[in-house]
């Protein structure tokens, strides 16, 4: 949902997920074209403005409450002569929630909020909200905030329980100060292992708080509906009369395996396609290689990681009556040997009376750290079409075809019984040519024939002309990787500052027309870590030396149009000499949960997220060539439904800026150390006093000035 409103100064944008309402803001009467000629200009055009007392209320500190209590501004203490000039320092929120009449300061420490945008991650679904939002400003001599111009919105979030999509995002923010202060004191330092490699890291992992209501409060926090959904989800499926077909790559979350072991006792059909991948090693016994009578070496299969964790969780399942535990260990589990990469999928189909109805599909394996970790997201579709094809691909994998077709293997063989499960998905849904119809749902199932399909989603995101929302857990593939290295300018310079290859420099972003690209566009880009710039040199020169391009953060991290953060913590707070100003921060934990992805795990892009016809793409692939031409994933696309865009960016801009305040003010203290300094002008994050916030927000080359005109 999103609603705007205004009065003469001030106009507000009001944009509603399911957890997360967006605030965008913008000041009238200045030309949103035209640059201030300096700072002081831009302070001059501000502090213009004059003291109202018939409209202003002053901010003063309940300490309580710690919440901005407002009294009239005829009162002695605070009364302000209208020839008084002011200085704009931010924003006030109140929030009232219409159902229990609380009203709720959005302010941190009663401190301006100094931005154009600003998120309330405390709303809850099927919620109706009013906001009121005020510019504060101050007089040059005063200490005090006065707040004034006063905006109201009223808007009601999502429901995920209710309509054709239902989308749930866990939390996916467990290294944050939140977590920290609820949860801080059950940090300890355990062995982790981080690919593959075992390590002493201090985390607060929720299964070892040893208190149960602590330790359940740790986990709902965390999960913040997303394990409450998938349960529920599972639970629909109450007897005989249903069906539950599944795919699952890890599965090891206890209460989800539970919850599939609960329903085969109710009955339920139950069918869980699983990844079962291993490799042959030689068998040896006292130090001999053992090999047969004929003399052939034996091998034993030995299975991965993920296929061995899952088997142990589906061994320990208990079950009341013999016939189920039965039913359960040969009855329940179709093995998924031979796919060309990895069986990635992560979906389960709801059908009664023989008719699929929903299906439960999205980023999130069922592990531990897929629920309470890592950021993910389940997406309910309760579309009976859509359940149709997910029922059609799921029959094709239980047979366990090759994924892939040997295209040099001879035509004799029997061509129905050997169709590999790429030409089986392009029989299903051919690969997508231009753009889809408004008001739709596509399916794509990989793996596919060719990667025709990555580059469509590519192209897609090179005629965005707004905003391109894009989340990327394991790097940047190479199609995407060439449109986010484009850039607004005809100036050679600006065109071909890539790093790297000559062969872009020549070719000026790989001889694309970068003026067709608008010159308001801002892409967001959200990594799960900063790539290794030593790794990053090594692709680039093996790809250069092998006569192809490679661009990938390192290239695109500067180009204006793209505005990019990553996973990352708060470090413990630094020694300074002068305590006076030490960083304000604590160090922040994980759960210990996750052992490759700590922090974006989701896959999923928004096309022009705040028009009328917003794209997005979403589900269990990568966006790389492996996920579209190798694993076994289904991706949605869903085209003109600005509900589910509102919910997708709403959760995106939560967990952007939080990584993106994490990423400069590392980059701060990094900065800082260099240079030996162990003072700085200001504690982090305190309130500038005059109007310099301001700068980056009317400047046109700012990404803020692009991010303020997007918002507002």
């Known amino acids: 949902m999103r609603v705007r409103n205004s009065n003469d100064q001030l106009s507000v944008h009001a944009i509603a997920g399911t957890h997360v309402v967006l605030l965008g803001f913008d000041v009238k009467d200045y030309d949103k074209q035209s640059k201030p000629e300096s700072d002081s200009r831009l302070s001059n055009m501000l502090s213009e ?3 109202d007392n018939s409209d202003t209320t002053t901010s003063t500190t309940t300490p309580s409450t710690s919440r901005i209590t407002r009294s ?39 401190k301006p909020i100094q931005r154009f945008h600003h998120g309330d991650y405390t709303a809850l679904p099927g919620k109706q909200y ?14 005090s905030f006065v707040s004034c111009s006063e905006v109201e919105v009223l808007i009601i979030t999502e429901d995920p329980a209710t309509g054709k999509h239902g989308i749930y995002f866990n939390r996916g923010v467990a290294g944050s100060a939140a977590y920290n202060d609820k949860f801080g004191s059950e940090a300890k330092y355990h062995l982790v292992h981080k690919f593959g490699t075992p390590l002493q890291r201090k985390i607060i992992n929720p299964r070892m708080i040893t208190d149960p209501v602590k330790s359940k409060e740790a986990l709902s926090w965390l999960s913040r509906g997303l394990e409450e959904a998938l349960i529920d989800f599972i639970s629909q499926a109450s007897g005989k009369d249903f069906q539950l077909l599944a795919t699952v790559y890890e599965f090891t979350h206890p209460e989800t395996v539970q919850a599939f072991a609960d329903a085969v006792e109710r009955g339920v059909g139950v069918k869980i396609i699983r990844h079962c991948k291993g490799t042959y090693h030689t068998r040896v016994k006292r130090n001999e290689i053992c090999k047969d009578d004929s003399g052939k070496i034996l091998k034993d299969w030995i299975p991965d990681g993920t296929t061995d964790s899952a088997k142990k969780a589906i061994d320990s399942v208990g079950f009341a009556s013999l016939d189920d535990a039965h039913k359960w ?119 596919r024939t060719t990667t025709n399909m990555l580059q469509w989603y590519a192209d897609r995101m090179g005629e965005a002309t707004e905003s391109v929302h894009y989340t990327a857990a394991f790097g940047i593939s190479q199609p995407i990787a060439q449109v986010l290295g484009q850039c607004h300018s005809t100036k050679k310079s600006d065109a071909d500052g890539l790093r790297r290859s000559p062969r872009i420099a020549r070719h000026g972003n790989n001889g694309k027309d970068t003026s067709s690209v ?19 040199k090594k692709k680039a020169a093996s790809a250069e030396k092998n006569g192809k391009e490679y661009l990938d953060y390192y290239d695109i991290k500067d180009i204006k149009q793209n505005r990019i953060a990553f996973g990352a913590l708060l470090p413990p707070p630094t020694n300074h000499e002068d305590n006076s100003t030490a960083d304000n921060h604590g160090g922040e934990c994980l759960t210990g949960l996750t052992t490759f992805v700590d922090y974006i795990h989701t896959k999923y892009m928004i096309l022009d997220a705040l028009t009328d016809n917003p794209l997005v793409v979403t589900g269990s692939a990568n966006f790389s060539m492996a996920s579209t031409d190798k694993n076994d994933e289904n991706m949605l696309i869903i085209q003109g439904d600005t509900s589910v865009a509102d919910v997708y960016l709403t959760e995106f801009y939560r967990l952007f800026d939080h990584f993106k305040a994490r990423d400069e003010y590392n980059e ?20 500038v006093n005059d109007e310099s916030w301001l700068i980056p927000y009317f400047d046109p080359e700012s990404q803020l000035y692009k991010e303020r005109l997007l918002l507002r």
């Open 49 to 51: 403005m004059t003291l």
């Open 72 to 110: 009239s501004t005829s009162s002695s203490s605070s009364k302000v002569k209208n020839t008084s000039r002011a200085i704009f320092v931010g924003f006030a929120i109140d929030r009232l929630d219409c159902s229990t009449k609380e009203v709720v300061s959005l302010n941190v420490d009663n």
């Open 130 to 143: 009013k906001y009121t939002v005020r510019k504060m400003i101050k007089n040059q001599s005063s200490t």
């Open 329 to 447: 260990q040969h009855d329940t589990f179709i093995e998924r040997h031979h796919t060309a990469g990895i069986m990635h999928n992560k979906f389960i189909i709801l059908i009664k009376d023989g008719k699929p109805l929903q299906v439960w599909t999205g980023s999130t394996n069922p592990t531990d750290g897929g629920i309470y970790g890592q950021s993910n997201v389940g997406h309910i579709v309760r579309n009976e079409d859509v359940a149709e094809q997910f029922t059609q691909y799921w029959h094709n994998l239980s047979r366990d075809p090759s994924g892939r077709k040997r295209r040099s293997s001879s035509s004799n063989n029997d061509e129905a019984s050997n169709e590999p499960m790429d030409e089986l998905n392009e029989r299903q849904q051919s690969d997508l040519e231009g753009k889809v119809k408004s008001q739709s749902v596509t399916v794509i199932f990989c793996p």
């Open 518 to 536: 608008s010159p308001s566009l801002l892409r967001y880009v959200l990594l799960d870590n900063k790539p290794s710039e030593q790794s990053s």
């Open 668 to 687: 701060f203290v990094a900065n800082k150390k260099s240079t030996g300094s162990n003072v700085v002008d200001r504690t982090w994050g305190d309130v």
